[in-house]
Each structure stands twice: as structure tokens, then as C-alpha cells.
């Protein structure tokens, strides 16, 4: 099987034109009521060699992925090799996903480890560019409406905020409040127990707590 590269820009499918379909007065339309397809069908469908889920899914996690990769990393550079070595990973270890693991924490699970073979390898965080609070702004929502400098700078301290939370907490920190995921799916992507999480999880919140409402 050819190795698949992650695309810089997922190119545009192009469809022939054909005639509308016709539907009877009071006919529902039923293409418009089905449901994208779901994460597991997608990882399915392309470890049985369907290249156009893979670009689905592609397409559906990299933003996510990649804000994550930028809180962690504060570097544009850095934040860039690393997503691209995650997709690899994701392409090089897809036969080894199984439907009982979702694909969201698989993913990160990937994204977890990676992370921390930087960190060993580095030994230390490295300090932040200095221009990084304005590289962060700009990289967090970038198909948002231009944002008020009251929200920048709300942004800002967080991000300030952040930093001072040792990395296992950071990663929660993230990992709740902008992926979304539960403390079960933590838990499978950092290796440790829900209590753990939850611990980390508390710890992390009362120091950003008081740091933003002093």
C-alpha cells in the first residue's frame, strides 16, 4: 500500500452537474436528512483502503489538533512539524485502530505521546518566542470575525495563565475546556486514572482562578 501524505490543503472535490431531482409536493428530501458519516465509519472505510475518508477526517480534527499543538508548544514552526508527525503516526497506525476506541482519543492518545517524546528529548521547556501572545491570538480561531481588543487581551492572559501550569495539568486544562472530552477520554490519552485527571484537573483550575481574578 503507497504511503499517504497529509495534505498542506485538502483540494476541493469536483462534481459533475446534474439535473436537479424532483420530488413530489410534500416529500421529504431524504439526502438532505442523512447523517454525515461518523468518525468510526470513516476509519472503517479507509482502513479498507477508501482514501476520501481519510481526507474527511483530515479535514473534520486538524484545527482542533493544531490550536492544541500551539497552546502547548507556543511555536508556529514547532507546532507545525509536530502536527504533520502526528498525522504520519495516524497513517502509519491506522490498521491498529479498533472500533472500540474512538477516534478523538486515538488521536490525541497519539498527539499525548508525541508531545512527550518532544519533551524527553528536550529536557526543559523551551522559552517561548518573544512575540508568541500575538502568534497564539492569531492561531486560535482563524476562521473567526475579527476579534475586539478586549477579547485579545482576554486571550492573552489566559494564555499568560497557562504557562504557569506545570504540563500534565496544562494538558488537562486543554484537553477539557477546548476539546471537549470527557475526564473517561483523558484519562485513556494521558495514561492515567479518572480521579488523577480529576485531580490535575481541580488543581489546574484554582491556579488559573486566582491568577485571572486577583
Not at 497529509?6 to 410534500?26: E, Q, W
Not at 480534527?61 to 504520519?88: C, K, M, P, S, T
Not at 518532544?118 to 518566542?129: F, L, S
Not at 482563524?142 to 504557569?164: G, K, M, V, Y
Request: aromatic share 8%.
Amino acid at each position: 500500500m503507497h504511503a499517504q501524505r497529509v495534505p498542506a490543503s485538502p483540494p476541493c472535490p469536483v462534481f459533475p452537474v446534474t439535473p436537479a431531482a424532483r420530488t413530489l409536493p410534500g416529500m421529504p428530501d431524504i439526502a438532505s436528512q442523512q447523517e454525515p458519516p461518523g468518525d468510526d465509519a470513516l476509519m472503517q472505510a479507509w482502513v479498507a483502503g477508501d482514501a476520501a475518508a481519510f481526507e474527511t477526517l483530515y479535514r473534520r480534527h486538524r484545527d482542533r489538533l493544531y490550536r492544541f499543538l500551539v497552546r502547548q508548544l507556543r511555536n508556529g514552526a514547532l507546532a507545525d512539524e509536530v502536527f504533520q508527525d502526528i498525522w504520519q503516526r495516524v497513517i502509519a497506525a491506522r490498521a491498529g485502530w479498533t472500533p472500540d476506541a474512538l477516534f478523538t482519543t486515538w488521536l490525541y492518545r497519539i498527539a499525548h505521546n508525541r508531545l512527550a517524546d518532544h519533551w524527553r528529548a528536550a529536557q526543559h521547556r523551551p522559552p517561548p518566542p518573544e512575540d508568541a501572545d500575538l502568534r497564539t491570538a492569531r492561531i486560535v480561531d482563524p476562521d473567526s470575525p475579527e476579534r475586539r481588543l478586549s477579547e485579545f487581551e482576554q486571550r492573552r492572559q489566559l494564555q499568560l495563565a497557562l504557562e504557569t501550569l506545570p504540563p500534565e495539568q496544562r494538558e488537562v486544562v486543554l484537553l477539557r475546556l477546548e476539546q471537549e472530552l470527557t475526564l473517561e477520554e483523558i484519562g485513556e490519552i494521558t495514561g492515567v486514572g479518572r480521579e488523577t485527571v480529576k485531580s490535575r484537573l481541580r488543581y489546574a483550575m484554582d491556579k488559573l482562578r486566582v491568577l485571572l481574578n486577583p
